[in-house]
């Protein structure tokens, strides 16, 4: 089973591998093939071994999704907002796609992504297209050049604020 002058290893025994610890250089070099994806010999236990690390799509998902929610809620930034939701759907997607790797995670928060991507598109468009509605209807404009006017005419002039304050 184990050797008593050699240290317990349970990766050794969960394996069956009874090989010498590697060194220092030999666990560097596997570190850096195992990043690169190159090393042909990692098993399951291995995988376990590993950190996971988080997609880096799914991230930016999430980012560009928020900032296309904040964009769309502030209404004049709402094509912005368009721009940001596809960016943050399509990276949403990839990052989704990512996250199904061994040693990748992330599908929560490409899930996030996704959601706050297609609601600040959804709201984007809405202020989009509802501005666009506004703006086409010449008696829609008129109507509110018209209140416009009057706001002005009802306003006080200079002079007559001047009478009004203390002590003029």
Do not use: Y
Not at 33 to 40: F, K, N, W
């Amino acid at each position: 089973m184990t050797d008593p002058g050699r240290p317990h290893d349970e990766t050794s025994t969960r394996t069956g591998r009874t090989d010498p610890p590697p060194s220092r250089t030999d666990a560097g070099a596997r570190t850096t093939s195992r990043m690169a994806g190159t090393d042909p010999q990692i098993s399951d236990a291995d995988h376990r071994l590993v950190a996971n690390k988080t997609s880096a799509a799914a991230v930016f998902a999430l980012v560009f999704g928020l900032a296309a929610l904040f964009c769309a809620l502030t209404a004049i930034l709402s094509p912005a907002a368009v721009l940001f939701a596809v960016i943050g759907i399509v990276l949403g997607i990839a990052g989704l796609k990512m996250a199904k790797r061994p040693g990748i995670t992330g599908r929560g928060v490409a899930i996030g992504g996704l959601v706050t991507s297609v609601l600040g598109l959804l709201l984007g468009a809405t202020i989009l297209a509802g501005a666009t509605a506004i703006v086409n209807d010449e008696q829609r404009l008129d109507d509110l050049q018209e209140r416009i006017e009057n706001l002005r005419d009802d306003l006080p002039s200079t002079e007559e604020v001047r009478e009004e304050l203390p002590g003029s």
